[in-house]
């Protein structure tokens, strides 16, 4: 349930920034990740450059089994 809320408190910039590296350190390109997760490049060109909102279920698809890595999210109060 909690995989589908908008990461809108996270700064969306720096997760896109995060995706951008993992996938360029993979030797990986845009069209690439976004033929195993079934988007478009253009959808991961924005999420990598801070141009679209990317919601949690998205974000570990992306990492797993795009990136073949691991989220973790720590929220501290």
């Known amino acids: 349930m909690a995989n589908h809320f908008i990461l809108g408190l996270i700064h969306t910039k720096r997760v896109g920034l995060l ?16 033929q195993i997760i079934d988007k478009k490049r ?5 999420v990598e450059n801070n141009g679209s909102n990317i919601t949690l279920s998205t974000l570990f698809e992306i990492v797993e089994k795009g990136l073949g890595g691991k989220v973790n999210i720590s929220i501290d109060v």
């Open 42 to 46: 253009t959808y991961i060109s924005r």
């Open 19 to 34: 995706l951008k590296k993992a996938r360029e350190s993979r030797n990986m390109t845009q069209e690439e990740l976004g």
